[in-house]
């Protein structure tokens, strides 16, 4: 067993019925404004969360600036609307969806009972970004491809192989699959931040023992090693840990007791 040198992140949860509708919108919200839950700073990458609905649940029309975002869906059906298009359209499970924000875009968001997703939001650069054009494109699950690293699958979703076009320097998104007993070793980067998620299944990652909806920071380490104790699949997002503009942050603990959001994403 590969000695620790990763941190299972605090878990950072909201879950429960909103009035109305029974529903857990937000199980898990491993990053926000830009920290990770164990208030280290994440870079480019601003917001993950992970959201499981045990009904049919509508995220009413609300604006993003300057942002990238990316819509994971893992299980059920997630239906989008937005201003920039003014249609709608449905993603699937293993389907992926990249938002460009632009100067503003406003978008309506609908989860069918049972599903399950990531929505994680990207700093490309706000100032240049929110000069852009808004747009954003599906990418039906057909589009990726799994490459074998030993008895794993990798899959790239954004960089490597992967289809997905992307502004935000450097950044990778790869899901990994390991079956038990089996391990996978990838590269990361010392100088990057690289958290993985632990959709379902049990490992080790670089030693830290890690089960379904545990977030794993590698601390930069150059690479990262899955060793798998139950069929196990992760969502790995790395970034630079400095790129060459400065991303955005916001400390979660401003918002609520009505303090507004953050202007970017008014």
């Known amino acids: 067993m590969t000695a620790s040198t990763a941190t299972v992140l605090p878990r950072r949860e909201h879950s429960g019925p909103t009035p109305g509708v029974d529903v857990e919108a937000l199980t898990s ?22 959201g499981r609905y045990r009904d049919d649940y509508e995220f009413e ?9 990316l819509t994971v869906v893992l299980d059920g059906t997630m239906s989008h609307y937005d201003t920039a298009t003014g249609r709608w359209a449905a993603l699937h499970a293993g389907d992926y969806q990249m938002m460009w924000s632009g100067p503003g875009i406003s978008h309506i968001e609908r989860a069918a009972q049972g599903t399950r997703g990531f929505q994680i939001q ?46 935000t320097q450097g950044l990778s998104v790869r899901r990994v699959t390991v079956p038990t007993g089996s391990q996978a070793v ?8 690289t958290l993985a998620y632990v959709i379902d299944g049990a490992a080790a990652i670089n030693g830290a023992q890690a089960g379904g909806d545990d ?49 970017w994403q008014r």
């Open 29 to 50: 919200v491993p990053v926000l404004g830009g920290h990770a839950s164990d208030g280290e700073p994440s870079a480019a990458l601003f917001l993950w969360a992970h």
């Open 61 to 69: 029309l609300h604006r993003h600036e300057g942002l990238e975002i």
């Open 122 to 167: 990207f700093d490309p650069g706000h100032d240049v970004a929110s000069r852009q054009h808004p747009s954003y494109r599906d990418y039906p699950a057909a589009s990726f491809t799994a490459r074998p690293a030993g008895d794993a699958l990798v899959t790239d979703i954004i960089g490597g192989s992967g289809p997905i076009e992307t502004r």
């Open 186 to 193: 990838l590269e990361a980067g010392a100088d990057r931040v």
């Open 215 to 263: 977030v794993i920071s590698l601390n930069g380490a150059s690479s990262m090693t899955v060793e798998a104790t139950e069929p196990t699949d992760v969502l790995v997002v790395s970034v630079p840990a400095s790129p060459s503009y400065q991303p955005r942050q916001w400390d979660p603990r401003q918002q609520g007791a009505g303090r507004p959001a953050p202007p």
